[in-house]
C-alpha cells in the first residue's frame, strides 16, 4: 500500500492548511504524525475506520480536524489558525489490520507516506 501526501505549504500566522493523503489500497485506522527539525515524530491527529473515533495531541486540540473518506481510499487534515510552532513535516500513516479504534503509537501503523512540509511563518 502506498500513501501518498499532497497540500503542504507555506502560510502565514493564523492560515489554513489542508493536507490530503490518498492510499492505493484499503486501510483501517489512520493518523497525521509530524517532525519538527531536530525533534521527535509526534502523533498529531488519529481515526479509527468508520471515522467514529478520533484523536487530537492536546497542541492542535480545536484547530485541527482529521477526516476520512473510505470510498476513495483517503484521509485530509483541515488545519486552521495555524501557528509557526506547527512547522514540521507531516506525515500520514495506516494501519493493515483492522482494529475498532484510533492509536497514537507509531509502532502501531505499518504504511508512512513520504511526508508534506508545512511551514507557518511568523
Known amino acids: 500500500v502506498q500513501l501518498v501526501e499532497s497540500g503542504g505549504g507555506l502560510v502565514q500566522a493564523g492560515g489554513s492548511l489542508r493536507l490530503s493523503c490518498a492510499a492505493s489500497?484499503?486501510?483501517?485506522?489512520m493518523a497525521w504524525f509530524r517532525q519538527a527539525p531536530g525533534k521527535e515524530r509526534n502523533i498529531v491527529a488519529s481515526?479509527?475506520?468508520?471515522?467514529?473515533?478520533?484523536y487530537y495531541a492536546d497542541s492542535v486540540k480545536g484547530r485541527f480536524t482529521i477526516s476520512k473518506d473510505n470510498t476513495k481510499n483517503m484521509m485530509y487534515l483541515q488545519m486552521n489558525s495555524l501557528k509557526p510552532e506547527d512547522t514540521a513535516v507531516y506525515y500520514c500513516?495506516?494501519?493493515?489490520?483492522?482494529?475498532?479504534?484510533?492509536?497514537?503509537?507509531?509502532?502501531?501503523?505499518?504504511?508512512w507516506g513520504q511526508g508534506a512540509q508545512v511551514t507557518v511563518s511568523s
Open positions: 500513516a495506516g494501519r493493515r489490520v483492522y482494529t475498532p479504534t484510533y492509536s497514537v503509537d507509531e509502532n502501531d501503523y505499518d504504511y
Open positions: 489500497e484499503r486501510t483501517f485506522t
Open positions: 481515526i479509527s475506520w468508520n471515522g467514529g473515533s478520533t
